[in-house]
């Protein structure tokens, strides 16, 4: 049964960061493609992150250069540093994850059939 749990949300001053976390259990991560989505009340969901299992990573345009998505095999923990948050930032952020070592368009969450919960990050 593979699970997906998300931490490290919380609230922020505009420029400041946050390290989210999302522990996976059930499965092996090294074998497997994971990112991060995010979606804002009223807004559709988005993807920010992607890493393959080679550690190949992709980014939104709105996460290059201030966030920094990273996995470590040895704990099945994918993370994601988040820097320079601006009031935009603000939204719900789900790990996804999918049983292939990497996928055409990584960002899009129709490649991915594990979902955490999320954990919500709120930027003032």
């Known amino acids: 049964h593979v699970q997906l749990v998300e931490s490290g949300g919380g609230s922020v001053q505009a420029g400041g960061s946050l390290r989210l976390s999302c522990a996976a259990s059930?499965?092996?991560?090294?074998?497997?493609?994971m990112a991060w989505f995010r979606q804002a009340p009223g807004k559709e969901r988005e993807g920010v992150a992607a890493i393959d299992s080679y550690g190949s990573t992709t980014y939104a345009d709105s996460a290059k250069g201030r966030f920094t998505i990273s996995k470590d095999n040895a704990k099945n923990t994918l993370y994601l540093q988040m820097n320079s948050l601006k009031p935009e930032d603000t939204a719900l952020y789900y790990c996804?994850?999918?049983?292939?070592?990497?996928?055409?368009?990584?960002?899009?969450?129709?490649?991915?059939?594990?979902w955490g919960q999320g954990t919500q990050v709120t930027v003032s």
């Open positions: 996804a994850a999918v049983s292939l070592r990497m996928v055409f368009g990584p960002l899009r969450g129709t490649r991915y059939n594990y």
């Open positions: 059930g499965y092996t991560s090294s074998s497997y493609c």
